[in-house]
């Protein structure tokens, strides 16, 4: 067994000196360069500052292969989840050569020289880190647009990423483990989080400090969640808001991580533990399912409700750092107070909201969460960042053959909708290939790139409150399911199931007929696979249904979701 040191230091490879720094940028901006992905800018922030201990830069194939199969790195240390940086390599890198790192805005973040080039298996990773190869995990339909080799060699950081907010609450290990010696507390209990912190997580997170006399690290995630979680930015306004008004200014150190969770499950929750050892805590709270991505494809859960658990108590003393379990509590409205729930006698009075409630009962109401459920000043701010359903954004995402009825289906949906009184945008195949994707073509990789511009404007869309309607085949399963994890709550797949034969028989444009000829090739239905929904908000038939009985099902649907208001019929005179 290798004992788990955490990092002592400062930062790694980071380049401080003033003159060296203006050599190494300059040398920098003659380099081929590569521009890095949000996740690995957040991955190599944490290799920059010791957040990552011991590992200082991105896997060799030694360590990514160990890892991904036994968990650990070349040199037996435990590590859980495999830090790579795939790529496209650009044309004429090869080994030994430097490579500029940047961020999107092109800013130079860090040189690599590359030491390694290595092909990697993402079916090996999918199965043995999330266990699973299902798409609708979010990481396993992320990697499908992943680099084909990974890379790895020495790094010489310039600059950190760039932030500007909450500056102050962005620290290092370092900075985080000198603050949490200023309060002179032995034992450390962090608290891993990507949600808005209610009652029952106070109220465990008090009990957890006192049954050690120690101190709360509260360790936000502001880097990449689960697709669909509230942002960051009105999360750690409610974590400032509970730090300074509901607990003890000694016992609790606010602290901001820009880790970009992979919702791996029971590996992630030991990475979050090695992470928060580096951090300075030496107890960690585990709670059901941490970390866990939801539901599968065919609605079941990807761990089991106690797996990250176990997997922690195996691992805790190599990690150095004790499992606390997130115990179940409720709420006794008559003593006003939390009991842990295996604690209370049968017919007991007990009050509870789960989390589906938090977000159809209230937030999607617009109802302020009740104070003995979440502080005053949480769920006013949770009230301003989330306005009722019926002003929130929305996806209606048609896929199906050529020819199963998208288009006319969409147009007369825009106008139901219009009549609903919602903003409305309709992103058409055919037409986005007239001009956001003009140029490409019909490859797999082309239809894929085609399929994700679509994705990415629709989640604006989305994001800033309006509703979308895209018409487009998107034959790829996984790549649907990898929008659907990009946009997050307020995607509804509509799967238009048409058989194949029919769509032959409407096809106007004779293309059918062109591919069963020859002259057309990788023709969705003929040469070239179609994957339906395995399970889409709602199915529409097309050949006992007309365009308008399916355009209302869909309205239906969303107005049962809250998306739209019903419309009051006006009374006959």
């Given at each position: 067994m290798t004992l788990i040191t955490p990092y002592g230091g400062s930062l790694v490879n980071l380049i401080v000196d003033p003159s060296e720094y203006e050599a190494k940028k300059a040398y920098a901006g003659t380099l081929p360069s590569i521009q890095l992905t949000q996740r690995q800018i957040c991955d190599l922030e944490l290799l920059a500052v010791g957040g990552f201990s011991p590992l200082m830069q991105f896997m060799g194939k030694d360590d990514h292969d160990r890892v991904v199969e036994e968990m650990r790195l070349a040199d037996g240390t435990l590590f859980p989840m495999p830090i790579s940086l795939s790529v496209s390599l650009p044309e004429g890198v090869g080994l030994d050569m430097d490579i500029a790192l940047r961020d999107r805005r092109n800013n130079i973040l860090a040189i690599m020289t590359v030491e390694e080039i290595y092909e990697w298996d993402r079916l090996a990773v999918s199965r043995h880190v999330f266990g699973t190869v299902d798409s609708a995990h979010p990481l396993v339909a992320e990697m499908t647009r992943w680099g084909e080799v990974n890379i790895a060699g020495r790094l010489q950081v310039l600059q950190l990423p760039i932030y500007y907010d909450?500056?102050?609450?962005?620290?290092?290990?370092?900075?985080?483990?000198?603050?949490?010696?200023?309060?002179?507390?032995?034992?450390?209990?962090?608290?891993?989080?990507?949600?808005?912190?209610?009652?029952?997580?106070?109220?465990?997170?008090?009990?957890?400090?006192?049954?050690?006399?120690?101190?709360?690290?509260?360790?936000?995630?502001?880097?990449?969640?689960?697709?669909?979680?509230?942002?960051?930015?009105?999360?750690?306004?409610?974590?400032?808001?509970?730090?300074?008004?509901?607990?003890?200014?000694?016992?609790?150190?606010?602290?901001?991580?820009?880790?970009?969770?992979?919702?791996?499950?029971?590996?992630?929750?030991?990475?979050?533990?090695?992470?928060?050892?580096?951090?300075?805590?030496?107890?960690?709270?585990?709670?059901?399912?941490?970390?866990?991505?939801?539901?599968?494809?065919?609605?079941?859960?990807?761990?089991?409700?106690?797996?990250?658990?176990?997997?922690m108590v195996e691992h805790a003393e190599e990690i150095g750092v004790n499992m606390v379990p997130f115990k179940m509590l409720s709420y006794l409205p008559d003593e006003e107070r939390y009991e842990e729930s295996d604690k209370i006698e049968d017919g007991q009075n007990t009050l509870s909201i789960s989390g589906t409630q938090v977000r159809e009962d209230y937030l999607a109401q617009g109802r302020l969460l009740p104070e003995w459920f979440s502080r005053p000043e949480v769920a006013g701010i949770l009230a301003e960042a989330f306005p009722p359903r019926y002003r929130q954004g929305a996806c209606i995402w048609f896929t199906g053959l050529s020819g199963s009825g998208k288009s006319t289906t969409a147009e007369i949906l825009l106008s139901m909708f219009l009549e609903h009184g919602r903003q409305v945008t309709v992103l058409d195949g055919d037409v986005v290939r007239t001009h956001l994707s003009k140029g490409l073509g019909f490859s797999k990789e082309d239809r894929d790139i085609n399929i994700r511009r679509i994705g990415f404007v629709a989640g604006e869309i989305v994001r800033h409150g309006g509703i979308v309607i895209c018409a487009a085949i998107s034959p790829y399963r996984a790549v649907r399911d990898d929008i659907r994890s990009m946009i997050g709550d307020g995607f509804t797949e509509v799967f238009v199931d048409t058989p194949l034969e029919v769509c032959e028989e409407r096809d106007t444009k004779g293309l059918y007929a062109k591919a069963r000829r020859g002259e057309i090739k990788g023709f969705t239905g003929i040469d070239d696979p179609y994957e339906p929904p395995v399970n889409p908000e709602l199915r529409l038939t097309t050949t006992d249904n007309t365009p308008e009985d399916n355009a209302r099902l869909i309205t239906e649907y969303l107005i049962e979701q809250g998306y739209l208001?019903?419309?009051?019929?006006?009374?006959?005179?």
């Open positions: 909450f500056q102050d609450l962005r620290r290092t290990p370092a900075e985080t483990r000198q603050l949490l010696d200023e309060t002179q507390h032995d034992n450390v209990v962090a608290f891993q989080t990507r949600n808005p912190m209610h009652r029952v997580h106070e109220e465990l997170t008090k009990r957890a400090i006192e049954e050690v006399d120690g101190v709360l690290l509260l360790h936000p995630v502001v880097g990449m969640t689960r697709p669909g979680d509230v942002s960051h930015y009105t999360r750690v306004r409610t974590y400032i808001a509970l730090t300074n008004n509901h607990y003890p200014s000694d016992r609790i150190v606010l602290s901001l991580l820009p880790l970009a969770m992979r919702m791996a499950g029971p590996r992630e929750a030991v990475w979050h533990a090695i992470i928060r050892r580096n951090y300075g805590a030496n107890n960690f709270i585990v709670g059901r399912d941490h970390a866990g991505p939801g539901n599968d494809s065919n609605g079941e859960p990807f761990y089991g409700p106690y797996d990250a658990q176990d997997l208001r019903p419309i009051e019929v006006v009374p006959t005179p």
